[in-house]
């Protein structure tokens, strides 16, 4: 196990991950043909909104600062989703790439819940743990594009 995590620190990681999953949907949007998972990414958008929108507030009501992710960060999504859709943007290779970030958004998560667990707040680790169980859906559904 790695160091403890305070909840700024946990809370700040479940913000950046809902915002690189809004970013990398924002990107990957114009590109797709595919009416299915079109919607299917537009149903993700909003619960990473609401998830953002949560973040927000539970920063508001502690007294800390989320931070936007980086611009470097978003730069790279938004190439690697050009390069990887420029020459297939069927379902499948959309659904390929989205479950890509999704897993690695998990990893993260799932290790900010194993690292701060026992003196995490209830109120993040709720969010936390909402926001696992989001990604884990959002992997599932999209697997059924491949």
């Known amino acids: 196990m790695g160091e403890l ?5 946990i809370l ?20 797709v043909d595919d009416e299915r998972i079109k919607e299917e990414l537009l149903r993700e958008h909003e619960e990473y909104e609401r998830v953002c929108s949560e973040a927000a507030s539970l920063a508001q009501k502690y007294d800390l600062e989320l931070k936007e992710p980086n611009a470097v960060k978003k730069a790279m999504m938004w190439s690697a989703i050009k390069m990887g859709t420029a020459s297939d943007n069927s379902a499948q290779n959309v659904a390929q790439m989205m479950i890509k970030g999704t897993v690695t958004g998990l990893t993260s ?8 667990e026992k003196i995490m ?4 680790k709720k969010l936390l743990c909402d926001l696992i169980a989001l990604e884990e859906d959002f992997e599932k559904k999209l697997k059924t594009f491949l």
Do not use: F, W
């Open 12 to 31: 700040a990681e479940i913000y950046r991950n809902a915002q690189l999953g809004l970013v990398s949907i924002a990107d990957i949007l114009p590109e």
């Open 109 to 116: 998560l799932k290790t900010s819940l194993t690292d701060g």
């Open 5 to 9: 995590k305070s909840d700024s620190e």
């Open 121 to 124: 707040d209830a109120d993040i």
